[in-house]
């Protein structure tokens, strides 16, 4: 009868012929997506970084959807097709039509069972098939299975062709095949000639073959005794790379663009970690506040009843508006609506490394404790020259007019530069031209300011040190008082929109003022002036990432090994798309993952920026 049915109806079992090849096309489509899906990210495989950004799983990522979309649209309208034959062949009568029909229900069959799982594997398009071919019985069964083994062989051929020359290999996975894993390097140290001489200069050294033996991340604590207030954690951030802000940078004082260089504002994904090193480590925080110029990272949780995003808007002058300063915006902190009293200032570069407790910022006695740098190594150039000694000897009918002169007499660093008249206005005596940038020149500026406040002229104090890179517990009472008792002063450095060498610089202002003022006579009228001083060397971890991946790597390994409570990854990069740029950036982030790879409740999803890695793509 199969003879008669061939001869006959040889039409027909072509279209069977061709649906089956259908079917096994369709299968290894879907299959061929699946598996390039799992090359998309690196480290986990239950994690893929897309070349977009966004973490999606293996089966329910955005990526996977859509060709699953694509696959489910393409198997309607072949359904379509199959559907209008049968109708065909249902009007045939006689043994050989059913036979064909039968033959054609079980492949629909197949086909809506593959729709709802396109997880099967190529095999199991053999097994299909090979149960198909047995149905159909007659004296050419035999070739036609060897005809389809040999068209399901030529496919799989192809369709493995195509997937090794359409996967190709994300920024990331580039990266790690050529730098490794940050954790495979060990310092050494090497030596050098220079000019004839030997030198030992330490630098890092890939050792991939052998085990390298660090203690893993501390866990978290969570039997902290409860503070009696509530405590929030406010960070300031901006996105540098925004095309609008970057517009709005250029339009403000563009002579003054060096102050505002990449390494202020480069978004490397440091706040997300930053975030979780509070969640995990100290979790009794009640607060994440974020201060910024109404822009808001795409990935956070706004929605999360403890996070909250608050704009320059909410705490300036408007007329103080727009402002590209740090100092003007930390001057201005205090003003955040709802703020607890004391609060954690951070920056987006800081992170915890270990557990700490209310009691890591506040004694039992419920005084503040300030973490100052200790020792002469630490000492400000203001002390070191014991600057509060320089005499200003500007005549009193041009000192401070309300026009700069630029008398040589005048304009100089201990009068104020003329009392703030010729603060843009470069002395005409190259004696007084200070070419410092300008954080280094507010550092000398905030300690001449409270010296004339408290000491008055011709004394000082000469121990200052620079500010601890930590976050660090303040007061937000404290903060007004120095707006009472400075008012010009902490006007002026609000009003700048770029950092300028007349700012209050406000953690060596906060720390100094706490411990100087007057009010400590008065505890019993100012509680919270109260104040003990504790070193922070066994604290604190500082490690400034220069323009040298290997530079950086060697910082990170040193943070790894100490692994102190507070860090600080410094970014002193270029930002120009080099080598040493994007490697840093990639071990940087694997330096992060290691220690916090969960993503928090604060988070919408778990975001990797994409430009990071745009100059390899």
Same mark, same amino acid.
């Given at each position: ?116 799982? *396109? ?105 902290c005794k409860e503070y009696h207030e509530p405590?929030?954690? *406010? ?55 974020? *201060? ?247 604290? *604190? ?39 040493d740029s994007i490697a840093s950036y990639f ?31």
């Amino acid at each position: 009868m199969m003879k008669a049915f061939l001869s006959r109806r040889g039409g027909y079992l072509i279209l069977a012929v061709s649906a089956i090849l259908l079917l096994s096309l369709l299968i290894q489509t879907s299959t061929i997506e699946l598996v390039s899906s799992d090359f998309r990210g690196y480290n986990d495989p239950n994690k893929s970084i897309s070349t977009d950004g966004f973490t999606t799983g293996t089966e329910s990522g955005k990526e996977l959807n859509e060709p699953n979309s694509r696959l489910t649209s393409d198997l309607n309208s072949q359904l379509a097709a199959l559907d209008h034959k049968i109708d065909l062949i249902n009007d045939l009568h006689g043994n050989e039509s059913q036979t064909i029909l039968d033959f054609l229900t079980k492949l629909n069959q197949e086909v809506d069972d593959m729709k709802s799982t *396109v997880n099967e594997m190529p095999k199991q398009n053999e097994m299909v098939n090979k149960k198909l071919l047995e149905d159909v019985r007659g004296d050419n069964s035999i070739k036609m299975e060897q005809f389809f083994k040999e068209q399901f062989a030529r496919q799989n051929q192809r369709m493995q062709e195509v997937h090794v020359d359409a996967v190709e290999e994300s920024p990331r996975e580039k990266l790690l095949k050529k730098y490794g894993d940050y954790r495979a390097y060990k310092k050494a140290r090497i030596e050098e000639r220079i000019n004839g001489k030997m030198y030992l200069k330490v630098n890092v050294s890939r050792m991939p073959d052998i085990p390298y033996e660090m203690k893993p991340p501390y866990a978290a604590k969570t039997d902290c005794k409860e503070y009696h207030e509530p405590i929030d954690v *406010v960070f300031t951030w901006v996105n540098g790379t925004d095309p609008a802000f970057l517009k709005q940078l250029k339009d403000n004082e563009p002579a003054k663009a060096t102050e505002t260089g990449a390494s202020r504002f480069k978004d490397m994904n440091q706040l997300k970690y930053a975030i979780r090193s509070f969640q995990k480590y100290a979790p009794w925080v009640r607060d994440i506040i974020l *201060v910024t110029n109404g822009q808001v990272p795409v990935w956070l949780n706004t929605d999360h009843p403890n996070v909250r995003v608050v704009t320059h808007k909410e705490i300036f002058d408007p007329k103080h508006l727009p402002s590209f300063s740090s100092p003007a915006i930390e001057i201005n902190m205090h003003k955040i609506p709802g703020l607890s009293n004391r609060f954690i200032y951070s920056n987006d570069d800081f992170f915890l490394m270990r557990p700490i407790c209310p009691d890591t910022f506040i004694t039992a006695d419920d005084e503040l404790i300030l973490y100052p740098k200790e020792g002469k190594q630490h000492q400000t150039a203001y002390g070191g020259r014991k600057k509060y000694r320089w005499n200003c000897d500007c005549p009193k009918d041009k000192y401070a007019n309300g026009k700069c002169d630029n008398y040589k007499k005048c304009n100089k660093f201990e009068c104020f530069w003329d009392g703030h008249d010729c603060d843009d206005v470069q002395p005409l005596s190259a004696y007084y031209i200070d070419k410092r940038a300008s954080y280094h020149q507010s550092v000398d500026y905030t300690q001449l300011v409270l010296d004339r406040k408290f000491k008055g002229k011709g004394k000082g104090v000469d121990d200052r040190t620079w500010n601890p890179h930590m976050p660090a517990m303040h007061d937000k009472r404290i903060i007004e008082k120095i707006w009472e008792d400075f008012p010009l002063e902490a006007e002026l450095t609000s009003s700048h929109t770029r950092r300028k060498k007349t700012d209050l610089q406000f953690q060596i202002m906060f720390i100094y003022y706490t411990k100087e003022s007057p009010r400590n006579k008065d505890y019993e009228k100012y509680p919270y002036f109260k104040h003990v001083i504790k070193p922070q060397d066994k604290l *604190v971890g500082y490690y400034a990432m220069k323009q040298d991946w290997k530079y950086v790597v060697l910082r990170l390994v040193m943070a790894r090994q100490h692994q102190k409570v507070f860090n600080c990854l410094n970014d002193d990069l270029s930002h120009d798309g080099s080598e040493d740029s994007i490697a840093s950036y990639f071990l940087l982030e694997q330096f992060y993952e290691e220690y916090f790879p969960d993503q928090t409740p604060m988070e919408k999803f778990n975001y990797y920026p994409h430009d990071l890695y745009a100059d390899l793509i």
